[in-house]
């Protein structure tokens, strides 16, 4: 599988959104985390954002919903320049309804599990996504630990889909990206690790021979 770095902008600075993204050219995708402040305790950025960002950014757009009600916003996230368009399966959405919409939309599906959700409840959807995210922290927040207890979800995935993109978001950096490439993920999220260096391209090189080396 295709080793990717989707570095979170969720670390980047806001303020000076396009200059952060220019430092992170060699990244594979861009993570953008959209938070609603009910889904989880926290409020980020919308569309409006993204619409602006897709202006001066050309590598693909790997949105992480963390909202309550993703099926109401799909249209408008895929619009806004969404091309990864990942949910979580403890939203109030009809998942396949969700899946089925993305994919109506031209859209890659993602669904996104908590650490304390059962990897069993993705397994039926296999078929349709492009990709799963498997957290490994609790959603809401950038700089948390990395949750080991959680790799053998990413290994149960792995086994029954050679061929699906895994990504993993939380706490991922120099050391456990290699973990996480064990278990068979291949799609990395890192916010702290990437933004948190002094040269960001380094810090996805970086990531990426260690994820490659395992
Ligand atoms: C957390 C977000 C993550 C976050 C990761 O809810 O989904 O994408 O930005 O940040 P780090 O890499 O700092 O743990
Ligand atoms: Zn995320």
Redesign the pocket.
């Known amino acids: 599988m295709d080793i990717k770095i989707s570095p ?1 902008i ?2 980047s600075d806001y303020a000076n959104l396009k200059s952060e993204l220019e430092k992170i050219s060699n990244a594979d995708l861009i ?1 953008i ?1 959209v938070m609603d402040g009910h889904f ?1 305790p926290n409020i980020t950025i919308g569309a409006p954002v993204i619409t602006a960002m897709k202006r001066v950014c050309d590598i693909p757009f790997d949105v ?1 919903l ?1 909202i309550s009600n993703p099926y109401d916003y799909v249209d408008t996230f895929a619009k806004a320049g969404a091309d990864i368009i990942c949910f979580h399966i403890e939203s109030e959405s009809n998942t396949a309804a969700t899946v089925d919409r993305i994919l109506y939309l031209g859209k890659k599906p993602a669904i996104a599990i908590k650490p304390d959700t059962d990897v069993e409840e993705v397994l039926p959807y296999l078929d349709k996504l492009s990709m799963v995210l498997v957290m490994t ?1 609790e ?6 630990s990395f949750m080991e207890r959680v790799l053998p979800k990413i290994e149960k995935i792995r086994e029954i889909r050679s061929d699906i993109d895994i990504e993993v ?4 950096d120099f050391s456990t990206v290699s973990l996480a490439a064990q278990a068979g993920a291949n799609v990395f ?5 990437v933004f948190g260096s002094e040269c960001p391209n380094d810090a996805i090189e970086t990531l990426k021979n260690n994820a490659q080396a395992v």
């Open positions: 979170s969720l670390s993570h985390d989880v992480h963390m922290v959603p809401g927040f950038g700089g948390q978001d939380g706490g991922v999220v890192a916010g702290s690790a």
